[in-house]
């Protein structure tokens, strides 16, 4: 009996140790997300060089407040008591960077100092909002020539130069959300204005 008693011990300060090394692990996280993540440390420091935040994002930056400010209650989350929400400026900047950079979920993860679930989750959830807000006002109903006339506005989003692995319904999110912000970034886009290259350094 006293063996058992001493094993039921043993697991539950094992059990404890496992909840205090996770708990510390996730303040660790956090601190560093909002320390160290791209989106803190970076971002405001390219919305002052507009051709920088447009090769690291392919939008200007007056596209991309404009952007926001249409997908930003779909996307928005709340605070918990346990942590605070990552903001809906800092999703649609993941999002915006997965599709121009072509990197994995982990090496976005790694950039914003957040988790790579985080990332997945974030991917299809802003791709699906910005499909939802722009397709009606920016997106004809594409018929066969159609699409192989844009075909080549794909190489803006280098997402779009390797093998894509991941569900086929994130594929085709991320699909419809690429050809709604071209159609999107040629029509607010001036005349004169240079849209970013896809082949250009990105920041």
Same mark, same amino acid.
């Given at each position: 009996?006293?063996?058992?008693?001493?094993?039921?011990? /043993?697991?539950?300060? *094992?059990? &404890?140790?496992?909840? %205090?090394? +996770? #708990?510390?692990? $996730?303040?660790? !996280?956090?601190?560093?997300?909002?320390?160290?993540?791209?989106?803190?440390? /970076?971002?405001?420091? *390219?919305? &002052?060089?507009?051709? %920088?935040? +447009? #090769?690291?994002? $392919?939008?200007? !930056?007056?596209?991309?407040?404009?952007?926001?400010?249409?997908?930003?209650?779909?996307?928005?989350?709340?605070?918990?008591?346990?942590?605070?929400?990552?903001?809906?400026?800092?999703r649609l900047a993941i999002f915006l960077r997965y599709m121009a950079?072509?990197?994995?979920?982990?090496?976005?993860?790694?950039?914003?100092?957040?988790?790579?679930?985080?990332?997945?989750?974030?991917?299809?959830?802003?791709?699906?909002?910005?499909?939802?807000?722009?397709?009606?006002?920016?997106?004809?109903?594409?018929?066969?020539?159609?699409?192989?006339?844009?075909?080549?506005?794909?190489?803006?989003?280098?997402?779009?130069?390797?093998?894509?692995?991941?569900?086929?319904?994130?594929?085709?999110?991320?699909?419809?959300?690429?050809?709604v912000l071209d159609n999107y970034i040629r029509k607010s886009t001036?005349?004169?204005?240079?849209?970013?290259?896809?082949?250009?350094?990105?920041?």
């Amino acid at each position: 009996m006293s063996m058992i008693v001493r094993l039921a011990a /043993l697991y539950l300060l *094992l059990k &404890l140790r496992r909840r %205090r090394t +996770q #708990r510390r692990r $996730r303040k660790w !996280v956090h601190r560093q997300h909002r320390q160290l993540g791209e989106y803190h440390r /970076l971002f405001d420091e *390219l919305r &002052l060089d507009e051709s %920088r935040f +447009q #090769r690291y994002t $392919r939008l200007t !930056v007056a596209q991309y407040d404009d952007l926001l400010s249409r997908v930003a209650h779909h996307i928005s989350r709340q605070d918990t008591n346990y942590r605070l929400a990552i903001s809906a400026g800092e999703r649609l900047a993941i999002f915006l960077r997965y599709m121009a950079t072509g990197d994995s979920y982990r090496s976005i993860a790694n950039s914003f100092r957040v988790g790579v679930s985080t990332v997945s989750n974030i991917v299809p959830q802003v791709a699906a909002a910005i499909w939802e807000c722009l397709a009606g006002e920016f997106m004809a109903v594409p018929n066969t020539e159609g699409w192989r006339s844009n075909a080549v506005d794909f190489e803006q989003w280098r997402i779009f130069r390797r093998t894509m692995e991941m569900r086929p319904e994130i594929v085709e999110l991320c699909v419809k959300a690429s050809r709604v912000l071209d159609n999107y970034i040629r029509k607010s886009t001036p005349e004169t204005a240079e849209i970013p290259n896809a082949t250009a350094n990105v920041a």
